[in-house]
């Protein structure tokens, strides 16, 4: 009843509310969602909703009111709709709410999650073709992750329906672990995504797709006159059968795109992905003159020390970059032995050229071969990047990481005088005291623009509540931060009266997370 009071109240100021967020959450009765849905018809000015249902079970009702309700948002241009784990819904109240949206002739970005819809038919995933029936819809973003009911037939059918809506600058589709899907899906969206000739943005999820190179050489014939073009993501993660043929297609796709500004390529788990195909996509990256961001992900790659060294070398060209994403990790035995501290300086020292660079992202997972003296010389290459506003580093599982080296990285990275937000990841390390936490925060006392630090500590059992209690104090020291975000692997031994009494003494602090193995 509380909740029915609070939405009476709003809606008597309904014409003055443009924007609405919703969440359902488990605990929420199906009769007061149903009065939520309808209650939604009042606000006939707005322009943005969100409404994220996180509970098993949506009636029909419900569903209905809910589609009654948005046919009255005649004004609507922002809609964001996530649904997770409902299994009551059948399939003709889903196609009929699909169909429903058509009805938003002003809506202009729409995004839709669905997860763990497995109950639903084909012919009603079909119905998702007819969302691009939406004659002013300038963005599209679809989410069914890890459904096995996606799969071909579906993408062809959504595909035959792209061109349907000439105005799309934006298409973000993300159909990530739907693993029926195989090269022929791939082609027919190709095929639909060619005619969108307005395309400005074209971000595309085929994690543990059946995709292969002969697939990837269709996709780039298909992409390849998206002229204005200006974002492309393509995640190829835990692809098994993409191969350096199909690398070089999407290199060939890059280098034709001459317009973007934004360019990422994943391709963790990809294990046929090696030193040559790595270069290659580096190498069509510098081929860019517009390229201002860049991010490429080889977690779980083919990848040796050589290969790394040729990366730094192209990498070191990349002058107009001002933003990138590098993140390499090793796993399985036979890559063990392959990459030393010498190949990921030779990235670091590659990176250090671009004295421009205002955002670094580097991730150096479980290099456990990266020795002390390594380390050290990372810390040294770091203290050449003085233009940074954004650092992230992740060394998880570096064994040879110690409070020594932490503690002159920390006076290293201190010298960026423009740093803004930080992130150090230095989980399962094992190494770390609670001397040396307190020391990386302690370095950047002096660091007159930082606002945001996030520290990754999780399993290192060397650190215990005390350890938090010294962040907690030294951050004190840094007078502007208004983020704080800490992972951290115990709470044992921690005042924590004492504890919140630090952390409300920071005055300039907005945001404070801690989260605990």
């Given amino acids: 009843s509380e909740n029915q009071n609070s939405l009476c109240l709003l809606a008597q100021c309904s014409c003055k509310i443009k924007s609405v967020k919703i969440v359902v959450r488990e605990a929420v009765e199906s009769i007061e969602s149903a009065k939520m849905f309808l209650w939604l018809r009042n606000f006939s000015f707005l322009n943005s909703l969100s409404l994220f249902l996180l509970t098993r079970h949506v009636e029909e009702d419900n569903w209905s009111n809910l589609k009654r309700s948005l046919r009255r948002l005649s004004q609507l241009r922002d809609l964001r709709l996530r649904f997770s784990h409902n299994y009551s819904a059948s399939d003709g109240v889903c196609a009929e709410f699909f169909k429903s949206l058509q009805g938003l002739i002003n809506l202009q970005r729409l995004y839709l999650c669905f997860l763990n819809w497995e109950k639903l038919s084909t012919s009603t995933f079909s119905e998702l073709g007819h969302l691009f029936e939406i004659l002013s819809l300038q963005s599209l973003k679809l989410e069914f992750p890890d459904c096995s009911k996606i799969s071909d037939f579906i993408i062809i059918s959504l595909s035959e329906n792209i ?44 994690k543990d797709w059946r995709v292969t190179s002969m697939g990837l050489l269709k996709f780039q014939k298909s992409v390849n006159d998206l002229t204005k073009l200006k974002e492309l993501r393509i995640d190829l993660s835990s692809c098994k ?26 391709f963790s788990g990809c294990e046929r992905v090696g030193n040559n195909s790595a270069l290659l996509i580096f190498e069509s990256a510098a081929c860019l003159d517009c390229l201002r961001t860049l991010k490429v992900s080889l977690r779980e790659c083919d990848i040796s020390n050589e290969g790394l060294n040729h990366m730094a070398s192209v990498i070191s060209k990349l002058t107009r970059v001002r933003k990138m994403h590098v993140s390499f ?48 010389t990372l810390v040294v290459c770091f203290s050449e990047l003085k233009e940074l506003r954004v650092f992230s580093l992740s060394l998880a599982q570096a064994r040879y990481l110690d409070d ?33 936490v307190r020391g990386i925060v302690s370095c950047f006392r002096d660091v007159e623009f930082l606002r945001g630090l996030t520290l990754l500590l999780q399993g290192n059992p060397c650190l215990d509540g005390v350890g938090l209690k010294l ?12 983020r704080l975000r800490l992972d951290y692997p115990t709470v044992n031994n921690l005042d924590t009266e004492e504890f919140k009494e630090i952390i409300l003494g920071h005055h300039t602090l907005r945001e404070f997370s801690l989260h605990i193995e």
Avoid: W
């Fill in 163 to 206: 061109p349907r809506n000439k105005s799309i600058k934006a298409l973000d589709l993300n159909f990530a672990g739907c693993k029926a899907i195989t090269d022929l899906g791939i082609c027919h969206l190709a095929l639909g995504i060619k005619k969108l000739k307005n395309l400005q943005s074209l971000r595309l999820n085929f």
């Fill in 241 to 266: 059968m993409v191969t350096y043929g199909g690398i070089c297609q999407l290199g060939n796709l890059v280098k034709n795109l001459r317009k973007l500004e934004s360019l990422s390529m994943i």
């Fill in 329 to 376: 990790a090793e796993s399985s035995p036979y890559q063990a032995k392959k990459c030393t501290e010498a190949g990921l300086i030779g990235i670091v020292q590659g990176v250090a050229q671009l004295k421009k660079i205002e955002e670094l992202y580097l991730s150096f997972d479980n290099c456990e071969n990266i020795k002390k003296s390594g380390l050290m």
């Fill in 404 to 436: 020594e080296i932490i503690t002159n990285l920390a006076s290293s990275l201190a010298c960026m005088n423009r740093l803004e937000k930080l992130v150090l990841g230095f989980s399962g390390v094992g190494t770390i005291s609670n001397e040396g």
């Fill in 471 to 482: 962040i907690a104090e030294s951050c004190l020291l840094l007078r502007k931060l208004e």
